[in-house]
C-alpha cells in the first residue's frame, strides 16, 4: 500500500512538472522584452531571433544567406559556407565577430566576385577589425560586382570616412544603397595643421570628395554613426552633404556622439535643415540626437536654428522645464510630426513649460496641430502631468496619435486610466 501510494506520489509530481515546462513561466516573459533594444546600441543591422542553431557550421540547404558568425580568420571560407546552394538565391552574406582585418576582407571580396549574385541586397560584416584605403577598395569592387545591395552595414570596424574614397567613384555601382551603417567607426580626426590656410585648403578638398561619395549614392534613406568618432568638420561637411544631396534621406543616427560639448556643431548640423524659403514644404527627416548631454543649451540651438524637420529625438539629454519651454516655441513652425523626449527628468514642471504657452492663464494651451507622436517615458511625471496632458488634448494643443507615458512610477493607474 505504501509503495503504491509511493509510485502514484512519483507520478503526480511528473506530471505537474510536465505541465509546468509547457506553460509560460514569469522568466520568458521578462526575456522578450529584451528583444526591445535601442537602434543605436544593436551591432548588426538585422537583429537574430536567438534560436540556436547547433553547429555553427552547418548550412541549411534552403537558406538565402551566407552566414559567418564567431570563426577565427582562418575558418572564413565563402565555397564553404555556399555549400551545394546556387548563388543566385544568395539574399544575404554576414560576417559577425570573426576578426576580420582588412586582407581577409579582401580575399573574400575576390571569391565573392566569383559568384553571379543577382539576389544580393544585404551586406553586413559588423563588429570585425575591417579598415584602411584597401577595405575601401573591397567594398567598391564588391558594390560594382553586385550593384543590387542595398543595406550594408559596416559597424564596430576600424574605417574612416577616407577608407570610403573609393566608393565616390564606383558611381552607379553604389547607387543602389539605401541603408548604411558606420556606428562605432573611427571615421575621421581633426587636421592638425599649422596655418588656417592649409587647414581651409584641406577642408575644401574633403567638401569636394564627400560631396562625391555621398553623390554616388543617390538611393540614401537611412544613415546610422551612433558611437562613432569624428572631428566636427568632417561630421558637419557629411551632413551638410546628405542633406543638400539625397532628397530621399529619411533618417540620420547621431546618438551617443557626445555634442553636447560640441554646440557650435550642433548650430552647424542644424543649419544644414534650414529651408531656402518658406515655400520650401518640410522634408521627411528623422534626426537623432539621443544620448547626447545637450542640456538646455543644445536645446536652444536647436529652437532657435528654424530648422524643418518631421521628427526629432531628444532622449537621454538632461533636459530641464526651461529645455521643455523652448521646444514649446519652436513647436509651432517646427514641421514636427514626432517628438521624443524620454528619460528627461523634467518632471511636471516640464509638461507645464510644453503645454502652457501664457503664464497667466493654465488653460492657455497653444494649438500646434500637426503633432501626432510625443514620447514622455521615466521622466519623473505623477498625476498632474496626466491631468494637464487631458485638459490639452480637450483644447486640441495637437492631434495626437501616439503618447508614450511608460516608466513614470509617480503615475497612478487610474490616472492613466482616465486618460
Not at 565616390?168 to 573611427?186: E, K, M, Y
Not at 543616427?253 to 550642433?266: I, K, N, P
Request: proline share 3%.
Amino acid at each position: 500500500m505504501n509503495a503504491i501510494a509511493a509510485t502514484s506520489a512519483v507520478d503526480i509530481a511528473r506530471t505537474q512538472s510536465a505541465v509546468l515546462s509547457k506553460s509560460p513561466s514569469r522568466t520568458s516573459f521578462t526575456s522578450t522584452s529584451s528583444s526591445d533594444k535601442d537602434a543605436s546600441t544593436s551591432p548588426t543591422l538585422f537583429e537574430q531571433t536567438g534560436v540556436d542553431t547547433g553547429d555553427a557550421k552547418a548550412i541549411n540547404t534552403h537558406s538565402r544567406e551566407i552566414a559567418m558568425v564567431d570563426l577565427s580568420p582562418e575558418e572564413l571560407d565563402i565555397a564553404q559556407a555556399l555549400g551545394d546552394r546556387a548563388s543566385e538565391s544568395i539574399e544575404c552574406v554576414r560576417i559577425n565577430r570573426c576578426r576580420m582585418n582588412c586582407e581577409t576582407f579582401q580575399l573574400l571580396v575576390d571569391a565573392l566576385c566569383k559568384y553571379e549574385l543577382p539576389c544580393l541586397h544585404t551586406v553586413d560584416i559588423s563588429q570585425n577589425r575591417v579598415g584602411g584605403a584597401q577595405a575601401g577598395a573591397a567594398l567598391a569592387k564588391l558594390l560594382t560586382h553586385a550593384p543590387t545591395i542595398r543595406f550594408l552595414s559596416l559597424g564596430w570596424n576600424q574605417l574612416s570616412l577616407v577608407d570610403l574614397k573609393a566608393l565616390a567613384v564606383t558611381g552607379s555601382g553604389a547607387c543602389s544603397i539605401q541603408c548604411l551603417d558606420l556606428r562605432a567607426n573611427p571615421l575621421g580626426t581633426s587636421h592638425k595643421l599649422s596655418s588656417k590656410k592649409a587647414k581651409k585648403h584641406v577642408e575644401s578638398e574633403d567638401n569636394i570628395w564627400v560631396s562625391a561619395l555621398v553623390a554616388a549614392m543617390p538611393n540614401l534613406t537611412h544613415v546610422q554613426m551612433a558611437q562613432a568618432t569624428i572631428d566636427d568638420s568632417s561630421l558637419v561637411c557629411l551632413l551638410h552633404a546628405l542633406t543638400a544631396n539625397v532628397s530621399c534621406l529619411e533618417y540620420i543616427g547621431l546618438e551617443w556622439l557626445g555634442l553636447g560639448s560640441r554646440l557650435a556643431t550642433v548650430r552647424s548640423i542644424m543649419s544644414g535643415l534650414v529651408p531656402a524659403d518658406l515655400a520650401t514644404p518640410v522634408r521627411s527627416l528623422h534626426l537623432n540626437l539621443a544620448a547626447n548631454n545637450l542640456g538646455d543649451g543644445g536645446v536652444k540651438i536647436i529652437a532657435e536654428s528654424g530648422a524643418m524637420l518631421t521628427s526629432l529625438t531628444l532622449a537621454c539629454n538632461f533636459i530641464t522645464e526651461r529645455g521643455t519651454g523652448m521646444l514649446a516655441k519652436w513647436l509651432p513652425s517646427s514641421g514636427l510630426l514626432a517628438l521624443e523626449l524620454s528619460d528627461n527628468y523634467f518632471g511636471d514642471q516640464g509638461i507645464t513649460s510644453l503645454l502652457v504657452t501664457d503664464g497667466r492663464r493654465q488653460s492657455a494651451y497653444s494649438p500646434y496641430n500637426q503633432l501626432t507622436s510625443l514620447g514622455l517615458n521615466s521622466c519623473c511625471l505623477t498625476d498632474t502631468s496626466l491631468r494637464m496632458l487631458t485638459d490639452a488634448l480637450t483644447y486640441n494643443w495637437a492631434p495626437l496619435a501616439s503618447l508614450r507615458i511608460l516608466r513614470n512610477n509617480r503615475m497612478s493607474p487610474g490616472a492613466k486610466v482616465a486618460l
